[in-house]
């Protein structure tokens, strides 16, 4: 089993930056592609990013395009979602997923059988 732990979360204000890691155990993560999704109190599990294990590849919601960047680091076997301009409408748990051949589109969550335990992002002013 693969073990993704998530890190960075916390409390900020609207328009700062925050940056999230997720470490993975294991060493085939180079070739998973990874993905971040987030849910909101009472709201279903939303995708917010992907990436290709050929990191050539990435896919964005159409919420945080142009605000948010998934980017990998192979060699220290993580993951990062880089948040900019955050809005309150951010608020929600962050989750890192990871799979070594997704089923169906990236986007979807049952495409990955890994899953971190979330961290928290707070959005309020």
């Known amino acids: 089993q693969v073990q993704l732990v998530e890190s960075g979360g916390g409390l900020v204000q609207p328009g700062v930056s925050l940056r999230l890691s997720c470490a993975a155990s294991?060493?085939?993560?180079?070739?998973?592609?990874v993905a971040w999704f987030r849910q909101a109190p009472g709201k279903r599990r939303e995708f917010v990013a992907a990436?290709?294990?050929?990191?050539?590849?990435?896919t964005y919601a159409d919420s945080v395009k142009g605000r948010f960047t998934i980017s990998r680091d192979n060699a220290k076997n993580t993951v990062s979602l880089q948040m900019n301009d955050l809005r309150p409408e951010d608020t929600a748990v962050y989750y890192c997923?990871?799979?070594?051949?997704?089923?169906?589109?990236?986007?979807?969550?049952?495409?990955?059988?890994?899953w971190g335990q979330g961290t928290q992002v707070t959005v309020s002013s």
């Open positions: 997923a990871a799979d070594s051949s997704p089923t169906g589109t990236i986007t979807r969550r049952e495409a990955y059988d890994y």
């Open positions: 294991g060493r085939t993560f180079t070739r998973f592609t």
């Open positions: 990436m290709r294990w050929s990191t050539t590849s990435t």
